[in-house]
């Protein structure tokens, strides 16, 4: 099973900005690159909500309503590593943010779509 690991997370205030990675462990030998990549968030009592997704030669991205023109999803293959720079964050934003892979295309803001994931890493903005 292969398991992903974010760093990256924190607490900022309101406005401020963050840049979560995401790459699998380097003894598990699994390369990224041609997997669909995304980030998805929870917040406690909601559902896991797709924020981001990117193809595996990242030419094609999207993103919720609720993060564009703020967030940016960008992969460095050569580095085996997937990111999300949040910029203009806002309390809303605050969840636990994970990262998931998956081998094949379709509605990639739906987490039924991923099978791999990480554990997650917490971000969290105050007013």
């Known amino acids: 099973q292969v398991q992903l690991v974010e760093s990256g997370g924190g607490s900022v205030q309101s406005g401020g900005s963050l840049r979560l990675s995401c790459q699998p462990p380097?003894?598990?030998?699994?390369?990224?690159?041609?997997?669909?990549m995304a980030w998805f968030r929870q917040a406690p009592g909601k559902e896991r909500e797709g924020v981001a997704y990117?193809?595996?030669?990242?030419?094609?991205?999207n993103y919720a309503d609720s993060v564009k023109g703020r967030f940016t999803i960008s992969r460095d293959n050569a580095k085996n590593t997937l990111y999300l720079q949040m910029n203009s964050l806002k309390p809303e934003d605050t969840a636990m943010y994970y990262c998931a892979a998956s081998w094949r295309g379709g509605d990639l803001l739906n987490y039924a779509a991923y099978k791999y994931w990480g554990q997650g890493t917490q971000v969290t903005v105050s007013s």
């Open positions: 990117i193809s595996p030669g990242g030419d094609t991205t």
């Open positions: 380097t003894a598990s030998g699994y390369n990224t690159r041609l997997v669909y």
